[in-house]
């Protein structure tokens, strides 16, 4: 059945699409002209938007173009339902769904893939989140977002959503270049893509990009340098095809921490500020006079790491994609990638802040002095008073992590048969699903004490005692996470392996389409974890790092790995999910769908270091319920498609129970969270104007805790409402349109006292092409210079009114020339 007047396949973003697409979503454009196009993203055979029993949204290419988003995590926040906060640069975002918690960092109960497949197995792997290795430059085609429903059964560890970046196939011939150069900031970018065929049947496409300079935020040197090529070749044969495919990926990035700023008024209604000479949308804690962290490696050598590397991964990858009509209604396919992924984590986090005396004199006793130890002024005796410019200092353990290997080699076999029954039809698969994932890190933090300085200009400082001795080395505390109690020197050396066999039934009847599906995930986890924490060995020693012979009072404090105590991990796990969902269809351009869901995920290295996991032999004392979360979703809702206007809204509900981990005293403590709510998803076209706009409405909250006192309390950072429109007018020779992204307040904390203030950020776009296949653009992130806290670490005001938050960047004004040929 085809649906006669569909407006287009993305409700929310189609205003973001030009007149023409290019390449591979020309085809897209006519599918959804006729209302046909086809949804690949965890479903069972590719279905239409408004037959389906799913929420699915779309982004095109051209409007991952127009919104030049600066990361994959900002294109995400233009998605309804999906919570994400995209404040900490090219990666390290925390992804949420539908009142779905985000109770660690991450995405813990997203997927995020590439053309069907997880890019990392685990969303939410302890500084090596899935967004860090992705990029959505000109090789995407196209965003597909699937939030609940079916995502639970057709990808493992994804009862939430799959979000997935399905890239050009060089279906159509064409290609682009384009230079960009940052108007206000210094970024300097080369995007490039090229598509068609190379004889019958037989297809291509390359693209990728580079980007180099200081980015968005003055931190004083070039800490943005990398970038990505991707590339594919397709041969189409009577009945199938296969395609091979490959990803390298080597970029550098700064990942911003929460940082200190100034808050005053009431833990409801809070008045946050910038601290003077420390801008919170345009400074970091970065900068050129942070001299290299020095620190015992993995095996406990002494090494040397450098701050400025922030976020830097690297990504090999190459795979295969085929799929044959064997006849009689069977069709195989078959999804195949090895990803060698690497790389490292190297940001200061601000342990605590305050004026500069009682910093120095909270490391070297009362009566301490303060000597730069970095900088213009080193040697000198700074005067506490000022220091910085606001007479602060900022206690920091750099979160200095070394990602040896996160190699991913993943498989996706499917069976689908299609049949006619009485009246209808009948469309059957199943498959086998297994998945390899390596965590091999290196915690290896240190501890310094730094000025709280903006512009780059950050330097260490050293602390004297009263008697003039120094109780620091060149801005070091200690060698270890001091701060923390000399925790968290790890290694983890762990394989997890992730087998899963899938099957579905949908049968057509006329206009109601019914379908159900189910999913058995096991699996084992296998290797060793090495730490100083409690129960792991002496993990505080002595090395002399200077060679003079003697042994500082910081290096005193050197965290040392226990290498003859490594641990065993050794245990299995299973979980089963099934989603049960119905579209009937009122009229050709109206359907009524419902869904009720069970899904699970597999908490994976989350979970180590934890009684989940026995220190003895690696097992689960309490059997995999403590390395198993699970979410049970309920949704229903309206599509409609016709006369110019889209309107999806559903009503959702989502039980989510996980088990966590206090670290004092170390226990596990199982929470339970519940969340009602409502997403509204529409647009409206009338000529060469287009409107849209997405708002979610959620009442989440806390069922079951440790704490007692946060039962019936909102969960950390869940606002009430998340909204994004857009309106976009195209003319033959320009194209301007502006975006906006916002939220209601939410709290800090599950505590529920300090609020983050509601915020809206505009982000505009014009696109001027004075001849053919040349176009002149501007692109504005954060228009009018809008500063949104997405996190903060306090649950309450303290009392010297300093607050670690992160916020949003501040306005970025991006001018870039293409030539499509």
């Given at each position: 059945?085809?649906?006669r007047?569909?407006?287009c396949?993305s409700?929310?973003?189609?205003?973001?699409?030009?007149?023409?697409?290019?390449?591979?979503?020309?085809a897209?454009?006519?599918?959804?002209?006729?209302?046909?196009?086809?949804?690949?993203t965890a479903?069972?055979?590719?279905?239409?938007?408004?037959?389906?029993?799913?929420?699915?949204?779309?982004i095109?290419?051209q409007?991952?173009?127009?919104l030049a988003a600066?990361?994959?995590?900002?294109l995400?926040?233009q998605i309804?339902?999906?919570?994400s906060?995209?404040?900490?640069g090219?990666?390290?975002?925390?992804i949420?769904?539908?009142?779905?918690p985000?109770?660690?960092g991450g995405?813990?109960?997203?997927?995020?893939q590439?053309?069907g497949?997880?890019?990392l197995e685990?969303g939410?792997i302890?500084?090596?989140?899935?967004?860090n290795?992705?990029?959505?430059?000109?090789?995407v085609?196209?965003?597909?977002?699937?939030?609940?429903?079916s995502?639970?059964?057709?990808?493992s560890?994804?009862?939430?959503?799959v979000i997935?970046?399905?890239s050009?196939t060089?279906?159509?011939e064409?290609?682009?270049?384009?230079?960009?150069?940052?108007?206000?900031?210094e970024t300097?970018?080369?995007?490039f893509?090229y598509?068609a065929?190379?004889?019958?049947?037989l297809?291509?496409?390359?693209?990728?990009?580079?980007?180099t300079?200081?980015?968005?935020?003055?931190?004083g040197y070039n800490?943005y340098?990398?970038?990505?090529i991707k590339?594919?070749?397709?041969k189409?044969?009577?009945g199938?095809?296969?395609?091979?495919?490959?990803?390298?990926?080597d970029?550098k990035?700064?990942t911003?921490l929460?940082?200190?700023?100034?808050v005053?008024g009431?833990?409801?209604n809070?008045d946050?500020?910038?601290?003077p000479?420390?801008?919170?949308?345009?400074?970091s804690l970065?900068?050129?006079?942070?001299t290299?962290?020095v620190?015992?490696?993995?095996?406990n050598n002494p090494a040397r790491?450098?701050?400025?590397?922030?976020?830097?991964?690297?990504?090999?990858a190459?795979g295969?994609?085929?799929?044959?009509?064997?006849?009689?209604?069977?069709t195989l396919?078959?999804r195949f990638r090895f990803?060698?992924n690497?790389?490292?984590?190297?940001?200061?986090?601000?342990a605590?802040a305050g004026?500069?005396q009682?910093?120095a004199?909270?490391?070297?006793?009362?009566?301490?002095?303060?000597?730069?130890?970095?900088?213009?002024?080193?040697?000198?005796?700074?005067?506490a008073?000022?220091?910085?410019g606001?007479?602060l200092?900022?206690?920091?353990?750099?979160f200095?992590?070394r990602?040896?290997?996160?190699?991913n080699?993943?498989?996706?076999?499917?069976?689908?048969?299609?049949?006619?029954i009485?009246?209808?039809?009948a469309?059957?698969?199943?498959g086998?699903y297994?998945?390899r994932?390596?965590?091999?890190?290196?915690?290896?933090?240190?501890s310094?004490?730094?000025?709280?300085?903006?512009?780059?200009?950050a330097v260490?400082?050293?602390?004297?005692?009263?008697?003039?001795?120094?109780v620091?080395?060149?801005?070091?505390?200690?060698?270890?996470a001091?701060?923390f109690?000399?925790?968290?020197?790890?290694?983890?050396?762990?394989?997890?392996?992730?087998?899963?066999?899938f099957?579905?039934?949908?049968?057509e009847?006329?206009?109601?389409?019914?379908d159900?599906?189910?999913?058995?995930?096991?699996?084992?986890?296998?290797?060793?974890?090495?730490?100083?924490?409690?129960?792991?060995?002496v993990?505080v020693?002595?090395?002399?790092?200077?060679?003079n012979g003697?042994i500082?009072t910081?290096?005193g404090?050197?965290?040392v790995l226990?290498?003859?105590n490594?641990?065993?991990?050794?245990?299995?796990f299973?979980?089963?999910?099934f989603?049960?969902?119905?579209?009937?269809?009122?009229?050709?351009d109206?359907?009524?769908?419902?869904?009720?869901?069970?899904?699970?995920r597999?908490?994976?290295?989350?979970?180590?270091?934890?009684p989940?996991v026995s220190t003895?032999?690696?097992?689960?004392?309490g059997?995999?319920?403590?390395?198993?979360?699970?979410?049970?979703?309920l949704?229903?809702?309206?599509?409609y498609q016709?006369d110019?206007?889209?309107?999806?809204?559903?009503?959702?509900?989502?039980?989510t129970?996980?088990?966590?981990?206090?670290l004092?005293?170390?226990?596990?403590?199982?929470?339970?969270?519940?969340?009602?709510g409502?997403?509204?998803e529409g647009?409206?076209?009338?000529?060469?104007?287009?409107l849209?706009?997405?708002?979610?409405?959620t009442?989440a909250?806390i069922k079951d805790?440790?704490?007692l006192?946060?039962?019936?309390?909102?969960?950390?950072r869940q606002?009430?409402?998340?909204?994004q429109?857009?309106?976009?007018?195209d003319?033959d020779?320009?194209?301007?349109?502006?975006?906006?992204v916002?939220?209601?307040?939410?709290?800090?904390?599950?505590?529920n006292?300090?609020?983050?203030?509601?915020f809206?950020?505009?982000?505009a776009?014009?696109?001027?092409?004075?001849?053919?296949?040349?176009?002149?653009?501007?692109?504005a992130?954060n228009l009018f210079?809008?500063?949104g806290?997405?996190?903060?670490?306090?649950?309450?005001i303290?009392?010297?009114g300093?607050?670690?938050?992160?916020?949003?960047?501040?306005?970025t004004?991006?001018a870039?020339?293409?030539?499509?040929?």
């Amino acid at each position: 059945m085809k649906i006669r007047h569909a407006l287009c396949a993305s409700a929310a973003l189609c205003s973001l699409m030009s007149p023409a697409l290019a390449q591979d979503n020309a085809a897209a454009e006519t599918a959804e002209a006729e209302g046909t196009e086809i949804i690949v993203t965890a479903v069972a055979r590719g279905q239409n938007r408004i037959e389906s029993s799913v929420s699915v949204s779309t982004i095109g290419s051209q409007a991952i173009t127009n919104l030049a988003a600066p990361s994959s995590a900002d294109l995400i926040r233009q998605i309804p339902g999906i919570r994400s906060e995209a404040s900490g640069g090219e990666g390290n975002a925390n992804i949420a769904v539908r009142g779905i918690p985000v109770s660690t960092g991450g995405a813990r109960y997203i997927q995020l893939q590439e053309d069907g497949l997880p890019i990392l197995e685990f969303g939410d792997i302890i500084f090596g989140n899935a967004d860090n290795f992705l990029r959505a430059d000109r090789s995407v085609a196209r965003v597909e977002a699937v939030r609940g429903g079916s995502a639970s059964t057709f990808a493992s560890n994804a009862p939430g959503a799959v979000i997935n970046f399905i890239s050009k196939t060089g279906e159509q011939e064409g290609g682009a270049i384009q230079g960009s150069v940052g108007l206000d900031f210094e970024t300097y970018r080369l995007d490039f893509d090229y598509g068609a065929a190379l004889g019958n049947d037989l297809t291509f496409h390359v693209g990728g990009f580079y980007r180099t300079g200081e980015g968005p935020r003055d931190i004083g040197y070039n800490g943005y340098d990398g970038g990505q090529i991707k590339a594919n070749i397709t041969k189409r044969f009577d009945g199938g095809y296969v395609r091979f495919h490959a990803k390298y990926l080597d970029d550098k990035t700064p990942t911003i921490l929460p940082q200190p700023v100034f808050v005053g008024g009431s833990n409801s209604n809070p008045d946050y500020n910038a601290i003077p000479g420390f801008n919170p949308r345009t400074d970091s804690l970065y900068s050129p006079f942070l001299t290299p962290a020095v620190s015992l490696d993995g095996d406990n050598n002494p090494a040397r790491y450098d701050f400025r590397d922030g976020l830097s991964v690297k990504s090999l990858a190459f795979g295969i994609e085929s799929e044959i009509d064997v006849g009689s209604g069977w069709t195989l396919t078959n999804r195949f990638r090895f990803a060698d992924n690497s790389g490292s984590f190297q940001s200061p986090f601000p342990a605590s802040a305050g004026t500069a005396q009682s910093i120095a004199n909270g490391i070297g006793g009362a009566g301490s002095s303060i000597v730069f130890a970095t900088g213009p002024n080193a040697g000198q005796t700074a005067n506490a008073a000022n220091i910085g410019g606001n007479g602060l200092l900022t206690n920091v353990v750099v979160f200095n992590t070394r990602l040896n290997s996160l190699d991913n080699v993943t498989n996706d076999f499917r069976v689908n048969k299609t049949f006619d029954i009485g009246g209808g039809a009948a469309n059957f698969t199943t498959g086998f699903y297994l998945s390899r994932q390596t965590v091999d890190t290196d915690w290896l933090w240190t501890s310094h004490v730094q000025t709280v300085e903006g512009d780059g200009n950050a330097v260490l400082v050293d602390i004297r005692n009263a008697a003039g001795n120094l109780v620091t080395q060149n801005g070091t505390v200690g060698f270890g996470a001091t701060f923390f109690g000399n925790c968290c020197r790890r290694n983890y050396d762990v394989d997890y392996s992730t087998y899963a066999p899938f099957a579905s039934l949908s049968l057509e009847l006329d206009r109601l389409t019914i379908d159900a599906s189910i999913r058995y995930d096991y699996g084992d986890a296998s290797g060793t974890i090495t730490g100083s924490d409690t129960g792991f060995g002496v993990g505080v020693g002595s090395f002399d790092f200077n060679n003079n012979g003697a042994i500082s009072t910081a290096e005193g404090q050197t965290s040392v790995l226990p290498l003859g105590n490594a641990r065993p991990v050794n245990y299995e796990f299973s979980y089963l999910s099934f989603s049960l969902g119905a579209n009937y269809l009122l009229t050709d351009d109206l359907g009524l769908f419902a869904r009720y869901s069970q899904g699970g995920r597999h908490t994976a290295d989350r979970s180590l270091f934890s009684p989940a996991v026995s220190t003895t032999d690696g097992s689960l004392p309490g059997g995999d319920a403590g390395v198993i979360a699970r979410v049970d979703q309920l949704e229903a809702g309206l599509k409609y498609q016709g006369d110019g206007l889209s309107l999806f809204a559903t009503g959702f509900f989502a039980k989510t129970a996980e088990t966590n981990v206090e670290l004092a005293p170390l226990e596990l403590f199982d929470t339970e969270y519940e969340a009602f709510g409502f997403e509204l998803e529409g647009a409206y076209r009338t000529g060469a104007f287009t409107l849209s706009a997405g708002a979610t409405w959620t009442d989440a909250e806390i069922k079951d805790a440790l704490d007692l006192s946060t039962i019936g309390n909102k969960p950390r950072r869940q606002a009430d409402l998340v909204y994004q429109a857009t309106a976009q007018y195209d003319a033959d020779m320009f194209t301007v349109g502006a975006n906006v992204v916002g939220t209601t307040d939410s709290f800090t904390q599950d505590s529920n006292q300090l609020k983050l203030p509601a915020f809206a950020q505009v982000n505009a776009f014009l696109a001027f092409r004075p001849i053919e296949r040349i176009e002149v653009g501007l692109n504005a992130q954060n228009l009018f210079n809008a500063t949104g806290f997405t996190e903060a670490e306090e649950g309450s005001i303290p009392a010297n009114g300093i607050v670690r938050a992160r916020s949003i960047a501040g306005r970025t004004v991006l001018a870039s020339v293409r030539f499509d040929f």
